[in-house]
């Protein structure tokens, strides 16, 4: 069996309560050197690394290689987080309650701000899922809080989540990890 790490980038340098999914916001540095020192312990010798290209991923990809030459990184955009067009930027308490109500009606269907629905971001998460598994080699994913919850649901056999509480809550904290065991 392998393992597949799910790292969610450091805390990112945006006002919270706001949508930034694929708004490219940096990471507080000193919380990114910290991940990086706390994961570096962790990670086995050659591990490879895949990266979503959103630069608060980066930073921790950069941070960490530069501790263990040893991983080897790529960017992969296929684990970048999910796209809320329009709502980029926006705090969510003021989308209003018709915008997040017309989601969860339609939740995997249903593009978010005009951006990118549920089910295109599950089948892009999806191919990246599928290729580590297929591959038999552990990896390590520097992503999103979403991509996480999304791999969760790929591990227990859901494709795509057709309702809003299908969604997982729970996620890493920034910095953090979690371990998941694969089947190839």
């Not at 290689?65 to 980029?88: K, N, Q, V, Y």
């Not at 892009?124 to 969760?152: C, N």
């Not at 056999?157 to 729970?170: F, M, T």
């Amino acid at each position: 069996m392998t393992r597949l790490w799910l790292v969610r980038h450091a805390r990112p340098l945006i006002e919270p309560g706001h949508c930034y999914g694929a708004l490219d916001v940096p990471a507080d540095a000193e919380d990114t050197q910290r991940a990086a020192r706390n994961l570096a312990q962790q990670l086995p010798v050659g591990l490879m690394l895949r990266c979503s290209p959103l630069q608060r991923c980066t930073q921790l990809a950069c941070a960490l290689t530069a501790l263990r030459p040893d991983l080897r990184s790529h960017l992969d955009p296929r684990i970048a987080e999910m796209d809320f067009g329009h709502w980029e930027g926006q705090r969510w308490d003021r989308l209003g309650a018709p915008a997040l109500d017309a989601w969860s009606a339609d939740f995997a269907q249903h593009a978010p701000g005009g951006g990118e629905s549920v089910e295109v971001f599950m089948q892009r998460v999806s191919s990246a899922w599928d290729e580590q598994q297929g591959s038999g080699m552990p990896e390590a994913w520097i992503t999103h809080a979403g991509v996480i919850r999304a791999a969760s649901l790929l591990a227990r056999g859901l494709r795509c989540p057709q309702r809003a509480d299908q969604w997982p809550v729970p996620a890493p904290a920034f910095g953090e990890w979690q371990e998941m065991p694969t089947t190839p």
